[in-house]
């Protein structure tokens, strides 16, 4: 399996602009996760889907911040507008049921930069 | 409010020595507890998870302890390569409470040749 796949890999905008995340969770999972990485707050979660439902966005930290996951094999994280606070390593995870496990699988990252 | 803590931003160890990450956490209702490993540009990688009705896991090098009366557990990796270099994330969740993995701060292990 390819694992989690998240595009792009870097995205360097102008505050003002609009910015969408991609991810692909891994084929069967039925969990997918949203986590924002700075040096300030650590790794936070954003927002999950569970088959496709949006079960806790509590933290999304504004309005500006909206995640979708239209079917099993894709979601994306909109941002718009962007602002420079924005800036953070964004990662998506995903997961499967499971009575053994409750381990996530991480994808690489988007690295966003707002100018 | 840290539920999840890693009080060490970073450790340094002698290759073929012991490392020793340590967590502490504040929510007595975590009932799993992960540990992951993170290097540069790359995602966090799943290491070794350990949950709340066992006191260690072990996997090759690498054995968690969890001391549920401390709330404190603890990464211990015998014997330290260089290759082990890396940021650790230690993580825990309320299984009945949601999906929802809430992480420490991360420990740098530098493992020097």
């Known amino acids: 399996d390819a694992g989690v796949i998240q595009s792009p890999r870097h995205e360097v905008t102008e505050m003002g602009q609009e910015v969408t995340l991609r991810c692909k969770p891994i084929?069967?999972?039925?969990?997918l996760f949203w986590y924002r990485q700075t040096m300030m707050r650590g790794l936070e979660l954003l927002i999950y889907?569970?088959?496709?439902?949006?079960?806790?966005d509590s933290g999304m930290p504004e309005d500006r911040f909206s995640a979708k996951m239209p079917n099993a094999s894709f979601s994306t994280l909109k941002i718009q507008p962007s602002e420079p606070r924005d800036s953070a390593v964004y990662f998506c995870a995903s997961r499967i049921t499971s009575v053994y496990t409750d381990t996530q699988y991480f994808g690489p990252g988007t690295r966003l930069t707002v100018l | 409010d840290q539920q999840v803590k890693q009080n060490s931003p970073s450790l340094s160890v002698q290759e073929g020595r012991i490392s020793i990450l340590n967590c502490d956490y504040t929510?007595?209702?975590?009932?799993?507890f992960l540990w992951y490993k993170k290097y540069p540009a790359e995602g966090p990688t799943f290491l070794i998870s350990i949950s709340s009705i066992k006191d260690k896991n072990e996997d090759g090098r690498f054995t968690v302890f969890l001391n549920k009366s401390a709330k404190h557990l603890s990464l211990h990796i015998v014997p330290s390569q260089p290759g082990d270099s890396a940021v650790y994330f230690c993580a825990a969740l309320y299984r009945n409470a949601g999906n929802m993995l809430t992480f420490g701060g991360g420990t740098r292990l530098m493992v020097k040749p």
């Open positions: 889907f569970n088959n496709n439902v949006p079960i806790d």
């Open positions: 084929s069967g999972h039925d969990y």
């Open positions: 929510n007595s209702m975590f009932d799993y």
